[in-house]
């Protein structure tokens, strides 16, 4: 299984700044996954992180207010701009393995906005 | 698109058995999941099938699968107050991206 590690682990944030989360995975992998798990909710993927190329987004979320990097096969970050209370959150970022009959989470970033 | 949903909390006695229960609506969901979050914690991969699988075991856990009626469930036997925590269904999507669906989760209270 692969190793995935998040910083910040969890972060308070004034409205309107932004935060940047980090994904390291202990191996190389093709697809990153980002999602959001709102409190007392189910997880929703964001968007999937493409090593070479932007981005893909689900319906309601958009580059902008959630752009994303992939600049090697190993690590990713999200940033959550302009927050607002709405944001706060867990982030969490997912890897596949090879056939995508397994996919692995990190431990989450949990996020406070005030 | 995908839904799958769950029922959002079960209570059971140490020792006795749990079957969580999941239902999903895209039949060609290629792989589904049963995923473990302890309070405070991220995901753990619990065990996942395989769509041509009835039923897959592995230790305590047994996942049954009836494609007919889109029917997941996860039965944990010798519950302990250790497998207390929520557990989430997820249908891997049936256009092989990677993406997963997820249940609302199910609280499972394990009582001494």
């Known amino acids: 299984s692969a190793v995935i590690s998040q910083k910040p682990s969890r972060d308070i944030c004034q409205r309107g700044t932004s935060l940047t989360i980090q994904c390291q995975v202990d191996s190389q992998v093709t697809m990153m996954f980002w999602y959001r798990q709102q409190p007392g909710q189910s997880l929703t993927l964001i968007a999937t992180a493409n090593q070479g190329s932007e981005a893909t987004y689900e319906s309601g979320f958009v580059i902008d207010k959630f752009p994303i990097s992939r600049p090697n096969l190993t690590f990713s970050t999200l940033t959550v701009s302009n927050m607002s209370p709405e944001d706060s959150s867990i982030y969490l970022c997912?890897?596949?393995?090879?056939?995508?009959?397994?996919?692995?989470f990190g431990p989450g970033t949990r996020l406070t906005v005030l | 698109g995908e839904d799958v949903e769950q029922s959002l909390f079960l209570s059971v006695r140490e020792g006795d058995s749990s079957v969580i229960n999941c239902t999903y609506t895209?039949?060609?969901?290629?792989?589904l999941y049963w995923y473990k979050q302890e309070p405070g914690a991220g995901l753990q991969l619990l065990t996942y099938?395989?769509?041509?699988?009835d039923m897959k075991q592995d230790q305590r856990l047994t996942v049954l699968l009836n494609k007919k009626d889109k029917h997941l469930s996860l039965r944990i036997a010798d519950t302990q107050t250790g497998d207390s925590a929520i557990y989430f269904c997820a249908a891997g999507d049936s256009s092989n991206t990677g993406k997963l669906i997820f249940g609302q989760g199910t609280t499972l209270q394990v009582k001494p």
């Open positions: 997912s890897v596949d393995s090879s056939s995508y009959n397994e996919q692995f």
């Open positions: 895209d039949s060609s969901s290629t792989y």
């Open positions: 099938i395989f769509s041509n699988m």
